[in-house]
Each structure stands twice: as C-alpha cells, then as structure tokens.
C-alpha cells in the first residue's frame, strides 16, 4: 500500500482537476491511500471539492484541523487564546494587510473567538508584509506564519502539514517510506522534507529546493509509484 499525500489549490484543483480526479481514485481503487492537504479551511475548500473525489482524510488550515473520510474531527490545535486579541488589533491596524479574519474552521469571523484555528490577512504590500511577518514571530513564540500568493496565514507553532501526516502516520502505523508528497508552495514545504516529497513545475523556488524530484502533475507521479 502507498500514500499520496496533496495539495489543494494549484496542484489537485487545476484546469485538469476532473482527470486528476480520476487518477487518483483509480489510484485508491488499487489498494492505495489518498490524503488531501490544504491551508483552506473546510467550508472554503466544500466549494470546490468535488464530491466524487475518494480520500482517506482532509487536512485543512495547513494541519491546525484533521478530517476522516466522513468528516469528523480527529485532530485540532488552535491558536492559544491569549495571542489571539493583540495579534488580531495589530492585524486590523495594520495598514499592509487588509481584511484580517478570525478561522474558528466552521466559519471566518470579524473578532476574537472563544477557540481560534487560524488568522488570515490578506496582502497589499508584500515587502512590508514580509516585515510583520517577522514581527509577529518574534513577539509570539507561540505561533507559526508564512506568506502565500494572496495572505498572511497564522496557526499555532506547531501545525503544518508534516506535522499533521505525522499524526495520521502515528495512529494508522503508516510507514513513512511508502508516503509520497506533492504540492507548489511554501506550506507544502514540511511535508516534502518529511516524505518522499514533489513539487509540480509551477512551484515556489524554495519547495523544488526541498523535494526529490519535480512532475508535471499528480498524474505523473501517480504513474511513478
């Protein structure tokens, strides 16, 4: 049995996504497991998630949230509560960054809540934003932050998609060896360095710096397994 593990936006859902479907459900079919890997949180990714897509589990907000095949939680780590408010004030003062939005996963929401999976803000100067970026990490030890196309994205210190495959590996007994990653940015980065890590033409620099090898598309790699 092998695993593939993939991203969302850009690697699963392109203009060849129905064909990347079929692949890997045929790829499921044989035996296999199929893992979906997102910094979306789950009613952002519902609206394009095809329903005839067959996985195992969904990892949304770059692992702060993990979802079985029916979509029960198995996994959660919020933000500690404590962080929450004065990054959220600086976020909306800021004025390199517009729109920030509480992700409690359920919804997004314009003010602290009681458990906060994730912050997002999105990008007007990504100079400036790459400096608060390094502000906010500083400040709070207690948090993790990048910067993708269009957001800042914050989650606890410890969530990232390796770290949620680690998860899935422990409680399943997956081998590691058998698990095959495949993504185009920065957030797909903990993942490829873990597993037997792609990264599709299109991708960030510094994930094809990271992976064992670059594939036009899941179909090729699927291929290759």
Not at 31 to 49: C, E, P, Q, V
Not at 72 to 80: A, G
Not at 148 to 175: E, H, M, T
Not at 177 to 182: G, M
């Amino acid at each position: 049995m092998k695993i593939l593990i993939a991203d969302f936006d850009k690697t699963l859902f392109t203009i060849n996504y129905e064909e990347n479907i079929k692949v890997i459900n045929d790829f499921i079919d044989k035996g296999n497991k199929f893992i979906l890997a997102t910094g979306r949180n789950l009613n952002s990714l519902m609206i394009d998630l095809n329903p005839n897509l067959k996985f195992s589990y969904i990892i949304c907000n770059d692992g702060g949230i993990i979802y079985d095949e029916n979509f029960k939680i198995i996994h959660r780590k919020d933000i500690i509560k404590e962080v929450v408010d004065p990054i959220y004030d600086y976020l909306k003062k800021c004025p390199y960054v517009g729109n920030p939005l509480i992700d409690i996963t359920v919804k997004y929401s314009n003010q602290p809540e009681e458990h906060t999976n994730a912050i997002i803000a999105r990008i007007i100067d990504r100079k400036k934003s790459k400096e608060i970026l390094k502000k906010l990490l500083d400040k709070y030890p207690s948090i993790s932050a990048y910067i993708s196309d269009r957001w800042l994205n914050i989650g606890d210190q410890s969530v990232n998609k390796g770290n949620a495959l680690k998860n899935i590996c422990y409680i399943l007994k997956y081998d590691y060896k058998d698990a095959y990653a495949i993504g185009d940015n920065q957030n797909d980065i903990p993942m490829c360095q873990i597993y037997n890590g792609f990264a599709v033409e299109n991708s960030s620099a510094e994930l094809k710096k990271v992976s064992k090898g670059i594939v036009k598309d899941i179909k090729e790699l699927v291929e290759m397994l």
